[in-house]
């Protein structure tokens, strides 16, 4: 099972539950001393409490924030789903004091990685949720409330029969719609062929998105940090693909 969750009840009802597959398994695992130092220090500074639905990592129906109470601030917002690590998110937080940053990752372990880079840095004006991405979006966060959301190398679930987990498909496209403001760009980036070409059919499709590039892809995103793991993909052959979508 994923989520970390006891095994259910006889009389169990699996609709109650999830109805849809999440585009990651979440295994149990134990933090370095340094990560669950982080994670108890910091948690207070940097994480968002998320009232539960069923799930580990569900978000309850009617729960919302308002990010500009949170931040204290009206700011432009970043909003990065599977932020891994923290790379990407802790260096745009660093480097972007003038923006607020929201990170979603179900891993516990890199969320601890990425509070204690951040608190490295000094970078306050980032925020971390452990939950299930699309759920985040589609009712955690309000309509219209973020100015770019990343999706940086995403599980590309390679065998056929385990696509349908891929987060980047219709209904992803139209809750990425919802958080994002008028104007506000979706901006994705993989190493697997298949699957850009998938996010970019797509995206194509999204009424209610446009393209933010010319040619076959986008220009690669500056505001991208070059990662262990995207090196790792170049080495093996793969061409990095980005794309950039803009809100309608």
Known sequence: ???????????????TFRDKPVSFVRRSGRMTPGQQRGWDELSPLYRI?????????S????ASIDPEALFGRRAPLV??????????IVHAASTHPERDHIAIEVFRAGLARTMNAADEVGARNLRLIEANAPEVLERFLPAGSA???????????????HQKRRLVNDEFAAIAARVLRPGGVLRLA???EDYAEQMREVLDAAPDFTRDFAGDWAERFDGRILTAFERKGADKGRDIRDLSYRRA
């Open 79 to 88: 909003v990065e789903v599977g932020s891994g690590q923290g790379h990407a």
């Open 190 to 192: 993989t190493d697997w």
């Open 49 to 57: 409490e998320v009232p539960r639905g069923p799930a580990a990592t």
């Open 1 to 15: 099972m994923t989520d970390q969750q006891p095994l259910p009840p006889k009389s169990f009802d699996p609709s």
């Open 147 to 161: 100015d770019e959301l990343w999706v940086f190398f995403p599980d590309p679930w390679a065998k056929v029969r």
């Open 59 to 62: 978000v309850a129906e009617g």
